[in-house]
């Protein structure tokens, strides 16, 4: 069984510009995540996908974040304009819709904003 | 709102020795799930070990082992016989039962294992 693919693995941009992260779950798997992990802390969700529909987007910062999961299986993660507090790995996950189990991790992005 | 709380940025032990990591969380819950993630340098999450509150009977996998306290909410992780490929981040998680729900992560120990 493949894995959560991500890409790309790293990025460095200036602050101000912009930059989008992609993530291809698990066939099959309805739920996505997206979470960020700044240094020395735990992942924190950003937003949560049930096939192309939001689950939860409360901790994204809609001013200058976005996400989209078209037909139920990519989703692309966007920041524009970004800042330094946005250096970071951005995981995705995917998850089967049933019991807590199931939860598989991309090897991530790791953002630096210079 | 759920937390989950790890009080030993760092932990070290020798190979082949025994080290326990610990873990407390806060919840209004009764049913939920436990979960302890390893993580290398190669970033991705690794499961080591998952625990079912409505089990009493605590989990073990291998060399991996958890003691669930749950009037306590304390949810320590025990690896025996460790190897030197254990070194890495360790995150304790917690997430409701249910489909779909999300995890929300401790803030890590990270495991030296020595020579």
């Known amino acids: 069984e493949a894995g959560v693919a991500q890409s790309p693995r790293y990025k460095i941009i200036e602050k101000r510009q912009s930059v989008a992260f992609w993530c291809n779950p698990i066939?099959?798997?309805?739920?996505l995540y997206w979470y960020q992990q700044i240094l020395g802390q735990g992942p924190k969700l950003l937003i949560q996908?049930?096939?192309?529909?939001?689950?939860?987007d409360s901790q994204l910062p809609k001013d200058r974040f976005s996400a989209e999961r078209l037909k139920g299986v990519d989703s692309t993660l966007k920041i524009q304009p970004a800042k330094l507090e946005d250096s970071a790995v951005y995981l995705c996950?995917?998850?089967?819709?049933?019991?807590?189990?199931?939860?598989?991790f991309g090897s991530g992005t790791r953002l630096t904003v210079v | 709102a759920q937390t989950v709380t790890q009080s030993q940025p760092e932990m070290s032990v020798q190979e082949a020795e025994t080290v326990t990591l610990s873990c407390t969380y806060d919840?209004?819950?009764?049913?939920?799930?436990l979960f302890w993630y390893k993580q290398p340098p190669s970033r991705q999450m690794i499961l080591v070990i998952r625990q079912e509150a409505y089990k009493q009977q605590n989990a073990t996998e291998n060399r991996f082992s958890v003691n669930f306290q749950k009037a306590a909410k304390s949810f320590s992780l025990k690896i025996s016989d460790s190897q030197l490929g254990d070194a890495a981040m360790y995150f304790c998680a917690y997430s409701l039962t249910g489909t779909a729900s999300k995890l929300t992560f401790g803030t890590g120990t990270r495991l030296q294992v020595t020579l």
């Open positions: 996950a995917s998850s089967q819709p049933d019991r807590g189990v199931g939860y598989t």
């Open positions: 919840t209004s819950e009764s049913d939920y799930y």
């Open positions: 996908f049930q096939n192309n529909g939001v689950v939860d």
């Open positions: 066939s099959g798997h309805a739920t």
